[in-house]
């Protein structure tokens, strides 16, 4: 098993910035890639950012915030982090940290899931 634990949600006024951070702990040897999510209220879930563990560093954004926010990780520290910036109230929502152990037919299935930490975007 693998336990996800988020940080650095917050209040931010249009335009400003947030660092999230998403620490993993347990069996984390088998992780190939980690991922951040988000889920605004009453929407379904959408795809922000992964970063493969193995593999180098290869990224991959998704549209939420492409563009806007950059996902960088830390081995010694087993922690992924995701930087956003120009931040929108349309980005108000729970983010959510995934890790995954498998990549079936290309796609990356994320198996484990954070509790998700809140980021609020006034206007």
């Known amino acids: 098993q693998v336990q996800l634990a988020e940080s650095g949600g917050g209040l931010v006024h249009t335009g400003g910035s947030l660092r999230l951070s998403c620490v993993a702990s347990?069996?984390?040897?088998?992780?190939?890639?980690m991922g951040w999510f988000r889920q605004a209220s009453g929407k379904e879930r959408e795809f922000v950012a992964r970063?493969?563990?193995?593999?180098?560093?290869?990224?991959f954004y998704g549209s939420a915030l492409k563009d806007r926010c950059i996902i960088t990780r830390n081995d010694a520290k087993n922690t992924v982090y995701l930087d956003m910036d120009d931040l929108k109230p349309e980005d108000t929502a729970v983010y959510f940290c995934?890790?995954?152990?498998?990549?079936?037919?290309?796609?990356?299935?994320?198996?484990?899931w954070g509790q998700g930490t809140q980021v609020t975007v006034s206007s």
């Open positions: 347990g069996r984390t040897d088998r992780n190939v890639a």
């Open positions: 995934a890790a995954a152990r498998r990549v079936v037919s290309g796609r990356v299935e994320f198996d484990f």
């Open positions: 970063i493969f563990w193995v593999a180098g560093d290869l990224t």
